[in-house]
Nanobody
Framework: QVQLVESGGGLVQAGGSLRLACAAS????????VGWFRQAPGKEREFVAT???????AYADSVKGRFTISRDNAKNTLYLQMNSLKPEDTAVYSC???????????????????WGQGTQVTVSS
């Protein structure tokens, strides 16, 4: 079992930056594929970025070149650096983790086993 707690959300102007963090409990964090998803009001949860236990990273087209996902396994923490933010990035951002050494796909939220409670990101125009 893994518990995930996000932090770092807030209100920022368009063009600004934020860095989200996701602290994970338990051992073997390095063996988890972890990712970020977001959900805007009235919309479905959507994939943002993932970093596998192998180090492989992937991004949604809408954030590619602006967002960077990273992890610090020594600190059991996942990060999402968000630059050049746009109003359409406004959403609740959640981190998620798959079971250890998972080879499942990463774009579908249903393939993730553990979720944080989410943190609000609001980008004003």
């Amino acid at each position: 079992q893994v518990q995930l707690v996000e932090s770092g959300g807030g209100l920022v102007q368009a063009g600004g930056s934020l860095r989200l963090a996701c602290a994970a409990s338990g051992r073997s964090f390095s063996s988890y594929t972890v990712g970020w998803f977001r959900q805007a009001p009235g919309k479905e949860r959507e994939f943002v970025a993932t970093i596998r236990w192998s180090g492989y990273t992937a991004y949604a087209d809408s954030v590619k070149g602006r967002f960077t996902i990273s992890r610090d396994n020594a600190k059991n923490t996942l990060y999402l650096q968000m630059n050049s933010l746009k109003p359409e990035d406004t959403a609740v951002y959640s981190c998620a983790a798959q079971r250890p050494y998972s080879e499942r796909g990463y774009g579908d939220p249903s393939t993730f086993d553990y979720w944080g409670q989410g943190t609000q990101v609001t980008v004003s125009s």
